[in-house]
């Protein structure tokens, strides 16, 4: 291993970081694509065949042609399809026969960061497995010995593939004289949302979907549906689509201009499949996020609550593994079994949330009523460093002193985050000041002994 090389290490979402810094310098960025390039020849792939696509940001180009030299390197075929989401390439990679698929993105986060998230042949994210075999094999290869610079063929038309999909899976829904807003943060939705509900017969009422390079996520999108609430109650609007950056998580707002989350959304939809014969085992997978009504809320069905560490890897894991057909987060990644086919796609769960509608012939205002939130606080503590929070006494007897306090009637999880230098502070009750003034505790004895 060369001493000047960095160590690759994968997120819980791919890579993160900043264009030019390590791991999203040109030359790790190489490496990786090589060694996952070499990965998928040893897994036996026949055709050779890389997607890959971007939610907009500056960084995007050169992020992308450091990917292409490297595939190339590895003998891979590389295919550009643009601007799009992150469902939309997944989908594509296994509908198209793609061997793997390479997206672009950030997510949630400012222009300024960005990361790479890869995919199999399945359209699912790699396995972990992979993934440690590809950190290995990086800091060996030299992509650059073998290759100057790579190309990749643009197929920016494949996206229309995608929207065709999902009007072959909701073939009766029909959205005419209906007016919906959406926000897709100035991201990877910001070209197929509005023209999908339109190809539904919607009136849309289009915001944040002009991308620039530099404005994804600002001030706008899922982080900030307060903006799409606006334009919901401005405009009168009978619904609202707010996507984030890479369009794989969405928030929704109801006709009043209420905003509802992934919990919200999970309450809404389970009983209703469950009614259709459409809910396997009568259960929901979601994470230890998840608010406390939503166990309530499902519980008055006698719809059951499998809970996972927080990723939409875990849910999708669980779901598999126990044959379930709808999971989820708070923060709004839905996933669904069968036509969902295991991908947090906001779109699809759009499209899934408007056939509810239809189907029940009710606003979302009184759908979503079934769902009450428990108050709930969560806090960001930087961190320069993330010790097992075991060994740090202070935290431990503020968690103990808060758990306490709150009994049976919350909770209290405190983790490190997975993408960014933070630890997550989030407790969980019956009082809303309650609750901020014992997360703030916590935060506190974090920030002392940290």
Request: charged fraction near 25%; include cysteine; charge should be negative.
């Amino acid at each position: 291993m060369t001493a000047s090389r960095p160590v690759v290490r994968f997120g819980t979402d791919g890579l993160r970081g900043r264009w030019g810094q390590p791991p999203l310098d040109a030359d790790t960025l190489r490496r990786v694509a090589a060694a996952f390039g070499v990965s998928l020849q040893r897994a036996g792939s026949e055709h050779k065949r890389v997607l890959l696509g971007h939610d907009g940001r500056r960084s995007a180009p050169a992020i992308l042609q450091a990917m292409v030299d490297g595939l190339t390197a590895a003998d891979v075929a590389c295919t550009d399809a643009g601007l799009l989401t992150t469902p939309a390439l997944a989908n594509l990679v296994r509908d198209e026969g793609f061997a793997g698929g390479v997206m672009v993105s950030a997510s949630h986060n400012p222009a300024s960061d960005n990361g790479v998230k890869l995919f199999d042949a399945t359209g699912g994210k790699i396995a972990d497995e992979v993934e440690r075999e590809i950190e290995e094999l990086a800091v060996r290869i030299d992509a650059e010995d073998r290759v100057a610079r790579g190309r990749a063929r643009p197929r920016h038309e494949l996206v229309q593939r995608y929207e065709d999909r999902l009007r072959n899976v909701f073939p009766d829904l029909d959205l005419t004289g209906l007016k919906i807003a959406v926000d897709a943060s100035n991201g990877g939705g910001s070209e197929i949302a509005p023209r999908l509900l339109r190809l539904f017969g919607a009136e849309v009422v289009a915001t944040a979907c002009t991308p620039d390079g530099d404005n994804i996520n600002a001030g706008v999108g899922a982080l900030h549906p307060e903006v799409l609430a606006g334009v919901v109650r401005a405009e009168g609007a009978m619904f609202g689509v707010c996507l984030d950056g890479d369009g794989d998580r969405g928030v929704f707002v109801d006709e009043t201009g209420a905003v509802h989350d992934g919990d919200a959304v999970l309450a809404a939809l389970a009983p209703w499949l469950d009614r259709t014969g459409a809910l396997p085992h009568r259960t929901v997978v979601a994470t230890v996020m998840s608010n406390l009504g939503l166990r309530r809320a499902l519980a008055r069905h006698d719809i059951a609550l499998v809970t996972t560490p927080v990723g939409d890897r875990h849910v999708v894991q669980a779901m598999r593994a126990g044959g379930y057909g709808l999971g989820g987060e708070q923060s709004g990644h839905i996933v669904f079994a069968g036509p969902g086919r295991h991908t947090g796609d906001g779109l699809f769960t759009a499209l899934m949330l408007l056939a509810m509608r239809q189907a029940e012939g009710k606003g979302f205002a009184e759908l979503f009523a079934g769902f009450t939130r428990y108050p709930q606080a969560l806090v960001n503590v930087a961190v320069r460093s993330k010790p097992p929070l075991g060994d740090l006494p202070a935290v431990q007897r503020a968690v103990q002193e808060v758990e306490s306090a709150l009994g049976d009637d919350g909770r209290v999880l405190v983790r490190y985050s997975g993408t960014e230098d933070v630890c997550r502070v989030m407790v969980e009750g019956p009082r809303e000041d309650d609750v901020r003034r014992h997360a703030e505790h916590i935060a506190a004895a974090l920030r002392a002994s940290l």
